[in-house]
């Protein structure tokens, strides 16, 4: 008899921002050239046995260097919700880009889960090729070696079920190992799409964004996302500052800073 569904609650905990324009967000650019910011997120699913972490973004310092600016540290914002990084067991990074495989000594006793084409990528020949390879931050790959031969990574291959209630799907696109995470949630199946989307405007106008290493496989990503999750608005894209403005935050403290996606879209 397969085990029963869990129910997770689901968070997205903003850490950075970078202002930019509409022609920075779409291949081929923007003729409206307006301002169009990105946020930067990780995402907590938590449930009533476990607790997963969805990316770990990247500290004040990369902030620095790549001229983004940090908000708040994710790790105040997991304490907010009451996890302390050290006690984290899994964290599912969606592919290995600096915004999302940072941090990289903040969760000592988490097992990474990533895709085998992500590893593979990250690599291998193509981080030849500049601009490709900056997107990565070479110590965050090395780090990820590392875990490797210290058995703290699960490699998943194209879909798999880790929990019943979550799952990660490969769909490519922005990144070879791209994977998203589908969750079950009071509202039901909900999709952590993370660069499988940077912006709503990215998956719901059919418009590519810039950094990609596949287009159509991110074109194809954007029905895939839509196809796992119960009701469109119920995919949530990786940098869209509306995602803030879409969902309550779960406290006053926290408006602006972390929404809790598992409540009715506002």
Same mark, same amino acid.
């Given at each position: 008899?397969?085990?029963?569904?869990?129910?997770?609650?689901?968070?997205?905990?903003? %850490?950075?921002?970078?202002?930019?324009?509409?022609?920075?967000?779409? &291949?081929?650019?923007?003729?409206?050239?307006?301002?169009?910011? @990105?946020?930067?997120?990780?995402?907590?699913?938590?449930?009533?046995?476990?607790?997963?972490?969805?990316?770990?973004?990247?500290?004040?310092?990369?902030?620095?260097?790549?001229?983004?600016?940090?908000?708040?540290?994710?790790?105040?914002?997991?304490?907010?919700?009451?996890?302390?990084?050290?006690?984290?067991?899994?964290?599912?990074?969606?592919?290995?880009?600096?915004?999302?495989?940072?941090?990289?000594?903040?969760?000592?006793?988490?097992?990474?889960? @990533?895709?085998?084409?992500?590893?593979? %990528?990250?690599?291998?020949?193509?981080?030849?090729?500049?601009?490709?390879?900056?997107?990565?931050?070479?110590?965050?790959?090395?780090?990820?070696?590392?875990?490797?031969?210290?058995?703290?990574?699960?490699?998943?291959?194209?879909?798999?079920?880790?929990?019943?209630?979550?799952?990660?799907?490969?769909?490519?696109?922005?990144?070879?190992?791209?994977?998203?995470?589908?969750?079950?949630?009071?509202?039901?199946?909900?999709?952590?799409?993370?660069?499988?989307?940077? &912006? %709503?405007?990215?998956?719901?106008?059919?418009?590519?964004?810039?950094?990609?290493?596949?287009?159509?496989?991110?074109?194809?990503? %954007?029905?895939? @996302?839509?196809?796992?999750?119960?009701?469109?608005?119920?995919?949530?894209?990786?940098?869209?500052?509306?995602? &803030?403005?879409?969902?309550?935050?779960?406290?006053?403290?926290?408006?602006?800073?972390?929404?809790? &996606?598992?409540?009715?879209?506002?």
């Amino acid at each position: 008899m397969p085990a029963p569904l869990e129910t997770y609650r689901l968070y997205a905990i903003k %850490y950075a921002h970078n202002e930019r324009r509409s022609s920075a967000n779409f &291949l081929g650019g923007d003729a409206h050239d307006v301002p169009m910011p @990105l946020d930067y997120f990780v995402w907590a699913v938590v449930g009533e046995s476990r607790t997963f972490l969805v990316d770990t973004g990247f500290d004040a310092q990369v902030g620095a260097k790549r001229g983004r600016r940090i908000t708040r540290p994710i790790e105040d914002g997991l304490a907010a919700l009451g996890i302390a990084p050290h006690a984290v067991q899994d964290v599912i990074l969606t592919h290995m880009h600096y915004d999302h495989a940072g941090n990289r000594d903040l969760f000592p006793a988490a097992r990474y889960h @990533l895709q085998d084409k992500e590893m593979a %990528y990250c690599t291998g020949r193509c981080m030849c090729h500049r601009p490709i390879g900056h997107h990565f931050e070479p110590d965050d790959v090395a780090a990820m070696v590392h875990r490797v031969f210290d058995a703290r990574v699960q490699f998943h291959d194209g879909d798999s079920s880790i929990t019943p209630g979550l799952s990660v799907h490969r769909v490519g696109g922005h990144t070879q190992g791209m994977q998203v995470v589908r969750v079950h949630t009071r509202q039901g199946w909900m999709v952590l799409a993370s660069d499988a989307s940077h &912006l %709503y405007a990215n998956m719901e106008q059919g418009r590519p964004f810039p950094a990609v290493d596949n287009v159509g496989d991110m074109l194809e990503g %954007y029905a895939r @996302l839509y196809a796992l999750a119960d009701a469109p608005q119920w995919v949530i894209p990786g940098h869209d500052p509306e995602v &803030l403005r879409r969902f309550a935050a779960g406290s006053r403290e926290h408006e602006g800073w972390i929404a809790r &996606l598992d409540a009715p879209a506002l």
